[in-house]
Nanobody, 126 residues
């Protein structure tokens, strides 16, 4: 079973920054040469939406609402980092990491074989 664990959420004032991290079971990288690691969010009363994704060749993708403010990357330990700057109250949501294995991110934000984390709360106050 693939485990996905998010960390780094919290509360911040508008204009501030937060850094989220996603750790997936290490063995997946030895099994899957293609993958799409994505961040999604679901705000109060809203549907889940894709925020950012990065695939196995390092290509990032972003939702229009976060372009220029959020940056997704993968560190040497294969953790998926979401650096969120210039946060707005509308960024308030539960943020989830998804490991979609066996494919790149061409179909993102659609997922096909995704393992999900439990989520981490991000709250931005005005």
């Amino acid at each position: 079973q693939v485990q996905v664990v998010e960390s780094g959420g919290g509360s911040v004032q508008a204009g501030g920054s937060l850094r989220l991290s996603c750790e997936a079971s290490g063995y997946i990288y030895s099994i899957y040469s293609m993958y799409c690691m994505g961040w999604f969010r679901q705000g109060p009363g809203k549907e889940r939406e894709g925020v950012a994704a990065i695939d196995s060749d390092g290509t990032p993708r972003y939702a229009d609402s976060v372009k220029g403010r959020f940056t997704i990357s993968q560190d040497n330990a294969k953790n998926i980092i979401l650096q969120m700057n210039s946060l707005k109250p509308e960024d308030t949501a539960m943020y989830y990491c998804a490991a979609d294995l066996g494919w790149n991110c061409n179909a993102w934000p659609a997922v096909r074989n995704a393992f999900w984390g439990q989520g981490t709360q991000v709250t931005v106050s005005s």
